[in-house]
C-alpha cells in the first residue's frame, strides 16, 4: 500500500458552501518527491492541511471519505505521533512561529520529542548552517524580515528530521540564491535521505524539474498526474498557464517535445531556431518590448515629475544595524520600480521609509515636492498607500466588501463605484460577502492590496505583491498596476519574483546590505545579471542577449524550416 492514499476524500470548509476538495483519490508514494499546482483557491493547501492530520480536527467543518497513512486511517492516529512523521511549513510563516529567538524556536519542537541536549544542539547547529540562519540565531524573531521568518519555519520543522515534509509555498518570500539552495536541499533530502517531499508552489521555474510526479488541481479537484514532462506536452496546446516559460516558448513554437530545464532548452535553441537580426544601433529589448512598433506608454502627467525622491538617506535601527545607507533615487510618474535584493538587504525597510513608517536618521525624502513628515500621509496628490508582508494585517473587518469601504470612510471618500472595480479586476467578486480570514494566502493578499488601491494614490508601495499568486492572477495585477501608472501613479515594489519584474517593471533596482548596488532600465540590470535573471534569460544568455521574457523570445526566435518539426526529447 502506498503511505498515503485518499479514497473519495471531499472536504467542506465551516460555513462554506462549496466543497474545498472533492472526489480525492491519491496515492502518494514512499520516497517520492510530488509536485502540486494549480490556481490560488484550488484547493492546494486545504489538501496539505489534510495530509498533515490538521483537517478536520484544527479547522473543522464536513469531512467524508477516507485518508490512510502507512495503511492507518490518519484520523486514528495519535496527533503527537503524526507530527513526528509528517512536518508541515505553512504559506504564512508567522503561523507558526512560537517563540522569541531564532534558536529557540528551531529547539522548541525538539524539546517536545525529548531529544537529550547534545541531540538537540546537533540538530539545531545543523539546519542554522543549512540554512543561513547562523549570523542571526539569537535575533528577536520579530524582527526578522520576512524571508527570514519563512527559513525559519523551514528549519524548526527539518531539525525534528519528519519522514514526510509538506511544504506550501516555501519559497515564496525567498531571493533567488536562497530559493534554489532550499530547493536543491529538499531534493537532496528526497535522494539522498529518502525523504517524502511534497512541493506546493507558484513559480514552477523553480522546481518544475525537481518533481518525481506532478498533480495539477483546480477548484478543489485533481484535474491531471504525471510527470512535469507529461504534463507539460498535456497542458501546452489547451494554454493551460501553470508551466514554466522555457516549456511555454517551446510550445508556442509547435515542437512536440517539450524541454522542462533550461539546460534541455538551450540545446533545442542553438539547433532549431534562427535569430531575427535587430535594426542596426537598437538595443534588442526596444524591438521587443513594443516602443518601437508605436506601443509606447502613454502616461497622464509629466513623466519627468517626480512621485517620490530620496537625497542621502541612511537609516539604523535600535540594536545599531545600518539598514539604509547613502540611499538616493528619484520615483518618477508612471514608473513601476521592482526593488531585488537578497533577505536582509534592506528592501523592506526602504519601502517603510518611503511609506513615512520609519524616521529617517539621515537624509531628505520628499513626495510630490513636499517633506511627508510635516504634512502627513493624507488624502490629496501626495497621498501614499503601502502594503506589508503580511496580508492578515490589513484584514479584520466581516466581509471582503467592507474591508474595502472602511478605508473609503476613514479617508472620508466616496465609493464611486471603485470598489465593484477593484473586486472584478482582482478576482475577488465570488468572496465579496466572505470573510477575508476564511480566504486562501492568494486571496487575502488580493483583499489587502484591494484595500489600499481604493484610494487612488499617487504613490503606490508594495511588498511581496505576487506572494500566493499564481499565474493569471499576477498578469492581472501586473496589467493592473500598468493601467495605474498609466494614470500617473508611481509604482514601488519588493519582489523575489524576477520573472514578474521583468514582465512588468520598467526600472530595476538591486539592494545588498543596505545599499542600492544597480539601479536601471530591467534590460540593462536583470540582463547583466546572472543570478536575478529569468528563465528565458538564462535560456537565451550568449546565444541572444538581452531577451527577458517569452513574448521577447517569440518576437526574436524563429524556428528552423520546418516551422513546426517534430523534435525527440
Given at each position: ?14 460555513d ?10 491519491l ?13 490560488s ?5 486545504t489538501l496539505a ?7 478536520p ?6 469531512f467524508?471519505?477516507r ?13 503527537r ?53 547562523t549570523?542571526?540565531?539569537?535575533e ?6 520576512g524571508?527570514q521568518?519563512?527559513?525559519?519555519a ?10 514526510v ?28 535521505m ?10 514552477l ?14 477548484d ?6 504525471g510527470?512535469?514532462?507529461?504534463f507539460?506536452?498535456?497542458a ?31 540545446r ?10 535587430e535594426?542596426?544601433?537598437e ?8 516602443a ?5 506608454r502613454?502616461?497622464?502627467?509629466n513623466?519627468?515629475e ?46 517603510k ?41 490589513y ?7 467592507e474591508?474595502?469601504l ?8 466616496p ?15 465570488p468572496?465579496?460577502?466572505?470573510n477575508p ?7 487575502r493578499?488580493?483583499?489587502?492590496l484591494?484595500?489600499?488601491l ?17 499565474y493569471?492572477?499576477?498578469?492581472e495585477?501586473?496589467?493592473?498596476l ?18 514578474f ?10 539592494m ?16 547583466e545579471?546572472?543570478f ?9 544568455r ?9 513574448p521577447?523570445a ?16
Open positions: 500500500m502506498s503511505l498515503f492514499q485518499s479514497e473519495n476524500l471531499i472536504y467542506y470548509y465551516p462554506r458552501e462549496r466543497p474545498a476538495l472533492k472526489d480525492i483519490n496515492r502518494i508514494e514512499e520516497g517520492e518527491f510530488l509536485l502540486v499546482i494549480g490556481g483557491g484550488s484547493g492546494k493547501s492541511r489534510v495530509l498533515a492530520g490538521l483537517i480536527d484544527f479547522y473543522g467543518g464536513r467524508g471519505g485518508v490512510y497513512f502507512q495503511r492507518r486511517d490518519i484520523r486514528e492516529i495519535d496527533r505521533q503524526l507530527a513526528r512523521e509528517v512536518g508541515i511549513v505553512f504559506q504564512d510563516p508567522e503561523k507558526q512561529l512560537v517563540m522569541t529567538s531564532v534558536e529557540a524556536e528551531i529547539a522548541f519542537g525538539l524539546e517536545n520529542l525529548g531529544l537529550t541536549p547534545a541531540e538537540m544542539s546537533r540538530r539545531v547547529a545543523e539546519v542554522l548552517h543549512f540554512l543561513d540562519l549570523e542571526v540565531k539569537q528577536f524573531t520579530a524582527q526578522l524580515s524571508g521568518k519563512q527559513k525559519l523551514l528549519a524548526a520543522v527539518l531539525a525534528m528530521q519528519p519522514r515534509l509538506v511544504c506550501d509555498e516555501p519559497t515564496s518570500q525567498l531571493d533567488p540564491v536562497a530559493a534554489e539552495e532550499f530547493l536543491n536541499l529538499a531534493k537532496r533530502l528526497n535522494e539522498e529518502g525523504l517524502t517531499i511534497i512541493l506546493i508552489e507558484q513559480r521555474e523553480r522546481c518544475f524539474h525537481l518533481a518525481d510526479r506532478l498533480v495539477y488541481m483546480d478543489g479537484q485533481i484535474i491531471y498526474e510527470t512535469p514532462a507529461q507539460a506536452r498535456w501546452a496546446p489547451k494554454e493551460i498557464p501553470f508551466i514554466p516559460p522555457v516549456a511555454r516558448f517551446f510550445a508556442g513554437t509547435g515542437f512536440s517535445s517539450i524541454p522542462v530545464t533550461v539546460k534541455e532548452g538551450r533545442l535553441l542553438r539547433s532549431n531556431f534562427n535569430i531575427i537580426q535594426t542596426p544601433g538595443p534588442v529589448w526596444l524591438k521587443t518590448s513594443g518601437a512598433s508605436g506601443k509606447q502613454v502616461i497622464k502627467g513623466p519627468k517626480p512621485v517620490l525622491s530620496m537625497s542621502k538617506v541612511w537609516f539604523a535601527y535600535p540594536n545599531g544595524k545600518e539598514a539604509l545607507q547613502d540611499v538616493s533615487m528619484q520615483i518618477a510618474v508612471g514608473e513601476l520600480v521592482a526593488v531585488l535584493g537578497a533577505n536582509g538587504a534592506g528592501k523592506s525597510t526602504l519601502l521609509t518611503m511609506a513615512g513608517l520609519l524616521k529617517l536618521g539621515r537624509g531628505r525624502m520628499l513626495v510630490k515636492g513636499r517633506d511627508p513628515g510635516k504634512n502627513g500621509n493624507r488624502p490629496g496628490d501626495g497621498r501614499i498607500a503601502y502594503l506589508s508582508q503580511n496580508p492578515n494585517d484584514l479584520f473587518q466581516d466581509t471582503v466588501e474591508e474595502l472602511f478605508t473609503l470612510n476613514n479617508f472620508g471618500l465609493d464611486d463605484g471603485v470598489v465593484d472595480e477593484l473586486l472584478a479586476k482582482l478576482g475577488l467578486e468572496c465579496r460577502r466572505v480570514r476564511d480566504l486562501s494566502g492568494g486571496e493578499q488580493r483583499v489587502a484591494a484595500s489600499i481604493v484610494t487612488r494614490p499617487a504613490l503606490l508601495l508594495l511588498d511581496e505583491p505576487t506572494r500566493g499568486m499564481d493569471r492572477l499576477k498578469d495585477l501586473g496589467a493592473l500598468t493601467a495605474l501608472c498609466k494614470e500617473g501613479a508611481g509604482v514601488v515594489l519588493v519582489t523575489h519574483d524576477v520573472e519584474a521583468a514582465a512588468y517593471a520598467t526600472r530595476v533596482l538591486v545588498a546590505a543596505g545599499r542600492v548596488v544597480a539601479d536601471g532600465p530591467k534590460h540593462q540590470v536583470l540582463g545579471s546572472v536575478y535573471s529569468t528563465q528565458i534569460g538564462k535560456m537565451c550568449g546565444y541572444v542577449d538581452g531577451v527577458l521574457t517569452l521577447e517569440l518576437a526574436r526566435l524563429t524556428p528552423v524550416q520546418p516551422a513546426r518539426q517534430a523534435v525527440s526529447g
